[in-house]
């Protein structure tokens, strides 16, 4: 069965360093996400991706994100200067189209530690 | 931002009985509503939706009930088993535009044998 890869599994780094968290979605897939979870709090949306372009962001997706297709498989995360505050699991979700019902897809997430 | 609740943060099943998850909404505007479980050091999971238009949806032993009038919709497991032991997310979007998930905080449902 398809399924929505992360990697790494976790990463830690120093705060202010820039990191790239990368997810392959299901091949098939138009829609594109990220989502994360401070530990303890809830699943939060951080982006939208369609058409190689963002269709919409939250307030937390500030100028220190960015996100990239580079590729026709991968879907990349970037942040530029780490902060404590972004330490948590970040989870890509990819779905098939945009026109219907259907279910967002997610990967198994990668930790990010900023120390 | 409190748009989604699920306001119990665990709950304890035997097993063979039914367990009922329940989620609450205050955004009127949502049409499409969504269960996940997760397992610890996994994604997300889906386990069933529901549209607006409906007020039941079932797949095997799993049933989404959804009241629009009372912005509330419960997830129900019959019977419950071991293996369903997990943390519930109900997760609520728009059909318009990028269908952006809004997640309650979870559930945690433990199955005991």
């Known amino acids: 069965e398809p399924e929505v890869t992360q990697t790494p599994s976790h990463q830690v780094t120093q705060m202010g360093q820039e990191v790239i968290l990368r997810c392959v979605p299901i091949?098939?897939?138009?829609?594109f996400y990220w989502y994360r979870q401070i530990l303890g709090q809830k699943v939060e949306f951080l982006v939208s991706?369609?058409?190689?372009?963002?269709?919409?962001k939250s307030e937390i997706f500030d100028d220190q994100f960015s996100v990239e297709r580079p590729d026709g498989s991968n879907f990349t995360l970037k942040i530029r200067s780490t902060k404590l505050e972004d330490s948590a699991m970040y989870f890509c979700a990819s779905r098939e189209d945009w026109s219907s019902y259907n279910e967002q897809f997610f990967g198994p997430g990668t930790r990010l530690t900023v120390l | 931002d409190q748009q989604v609740k699920q306001n119990s943060p665990s709950l304890s099943v035997q097993e063979g009985r039914i367990s009922i998850l329940n989620c609450d909404y205050t955004?009127?505007?949502?049409?499409?509503f969504l269960w996940y479980k997760k397992y610890p050091a996994e994604g997300p999971t889906f386990l069933i939706s529901i549209s607006s238009i409906k007020d039941k949806n079932e797949d095997g032993r799993f049933t989404v009930f959804l009241n629009k009038s009372a912005k509330h919709l419960s997830l129900h497991i019959v019977p419950s088993q071991p293996g369903d032991s997990a943390v519930y997310f109900c997760?609520?979007?728009?059909?318009?535009?990028?269908?952006?998930?809004?997640f309650g905080q979870g559930t945690r449902l433990t199955i005991n044998p």
């Open positions: 991706f369609y058409n190689n372009e963002i269709s919409e």
């Open positions: 997760a609520a979007s728009l059909i318009q535009g990028a269908q952006k998930l809004v």
């Open positions: 091949s098939n897939h138009l829609y």
């Open positions: 955004n009127s505007m949502f049409d499409y």
